[in-house]
Structure formats: C-alpha cells, structure tokens
C-alpha cells in the first residue's frame, strides 16, 4: 500500500524539517550555544495521551491495510482483507510484547531492576504495524 512512496515522502518531509528548526534549545547546546558533553533528558509527556495516540493509530491502521484492497466483492477478496486484519493485528502486539520485554530485559541487565516501560511497548507496537504495511496481504498467520 504504497509503503515506499508514503515513508520517503515522510522521511524527507521530516529531514528538511529538522534542518529548518535545529536542535531542540536547551537539549544539545547550553543558553550560550556550547555544546554539551551529555543531552539533557526532558521529562516525558503524558503517558496515558500517549497510549490515546498510538491505539488512535491502530485503529486507523484496520482502515488503511485492510481499506487497500479496495473492494470486497467476492468471497476471495474478503479472504484477503480478512487476513491483512489479522495480520495487523498480530503485528502490533507482537511488536508492543517484544519491545516490553526486551527493554525490561536491558533494564535488568545494565540497571539490575526489572520495570515495565509503557514508551517502549507503544514503540515497539507502532513499529510492528509499520513493518507488515507492505506485505500484510502475503505473509503467513501461522
């Protein structure tokens, strides 16, 4: 569904943009424009709008994944829109359960305490649904 155009349109939109607003202030560079030996960490947003936006996304992705196969007319058609729902939905929670996990796993690790981090999994969740875009109506459900 048009997933090379729509993410190099994206992608580039998104570049000339970060090149007209530069760095965030007060992130890199100090109030003088010296740069930082470290980037200040910004407190985050509201988690719970946060989660609002990306299930706002998900569902917006049941009209566009399974919306590009343009008619349901015969049983066969249905079948395959059929199977690009299932497929964005298997996609979204096996990216949201991976991202979960791993970077509780890192946290454990590298920080030897176990915490659930609900940015990464809406991350993690966004991404999944990003990566079958293109071939939700090829791959496989098992």
């Known amino acids: ?15 000339v943009a970060a090149i007209i ?12 424009g010296n740069l930082l030996d470290e ?8 988690v719970t709008l946060q989660f609002l936006g990306t299930f706002c996304l998900w569902f917006g992705w049941y009209g566009f994944n399974p919306g590009s196969t343009l008619a349901i007319s015969s049983a066969e058609s249905g079948d395959v829109a059929s199977l690009v729902a299932v497929n964005t939905t298997l996609a979204a929670c096996a990216g949201a359960v991976s991202a979960m996990f791993l970077s509780t796993l890192h946290d454990i690790r590298y920080q030897g305490i176990a915490q659930w981090d609900l940015g990464y999994t ?5 991404t999944g649904l990003v990566a079958v875009t293109a071939g939700c109506a090829t791959v496989d459900t098992w």
């Open 1 to 15: 569904a048009g997933s090379g155009a729509v993410h190099m349109t994206g992608g580039v939109t998104a570049l």
């Open 21 to 32: 607003l530069g760095p965030r202030m007060g992130r890199f560079h100090d109030e003088d």
């Open 39 to 46: 980037p200040n960490d910004f407190a985050p947003h509201s």
């Open 122 to 126: 809406m991350n993690g969740c966004l």
